[in-house]
C-alpha cells in the first residue's frame, strides 16, 4: 500500500469539497449530478483506502472535470436536450469504468 503525501491529500479534498458545493448549487440535471456525486465519492473512498495512487487520483479527477466541463457546456443555452443527456451518460458510464479499473489493478 502506498502512502498518499498529507498535503496531495488535503489538495484532493478541497477540491472534492469545492466540486461538492458547486454540484448542490445548479439543479437542472439531478440524475446526472447524482451520478457525478457518487463518482467522487467512489474516488474520493479509494483515495482514503489506498486503493488510488495519487497519480491514479489525479487522473480520475480530471475525469470528473472534463465530465463537469461538458455538463456545464450544454447547460449554457439553459436546456439540456436528450442528446445531451445522453451523450453526459455515456461520458459518465465510461468514467465509471475508469474508476473501477484503477481501483481493482
Do not use: C
Not at 439531478?30 to 488510488?52: F, K, M, N, T
Not at 495519487?54 to 463537469?68: F, I, K, T, Y
Amino acid at each position: 500500500m502506498t502512502r498518499v503525501k498529507p498535503r496531495s491529500l488535503a489538495a484532493i479534498a478541497i477540491a472534492i469539497a469545492g466540486l461538492a458545493a458547486s454540484t448542490a448549487a445548479e439543479a437542472g440535471t439531478p440524475w446526472v449530478d447524482h451520478r457525478e456525486h457518487r463518482q467522487w465519492e467512489r474516488i474520493y473512498g479509494g483515495i482514503q483506502s489506498g486503493q488510488l495512487t495519487p497519480r491514479e487520483a489525479g487522473s480520475l479527477l480530471a475525469g470528473q472535470a472534463r465530465v463537469r466541463r461538458l455538463e456545464h457546456r450544454f447547460k449554457s443555452d439553459g436546456v439540456v436536450t436528450v442528446g445531451e443527456r445522453i451523450r453526459l451518460h455515456r461520458a459518465l458510464n465510461r468514467q465509471s469504468v475508469r474508476i473501477w479499473v484503477k481501483k481493482h489493478n
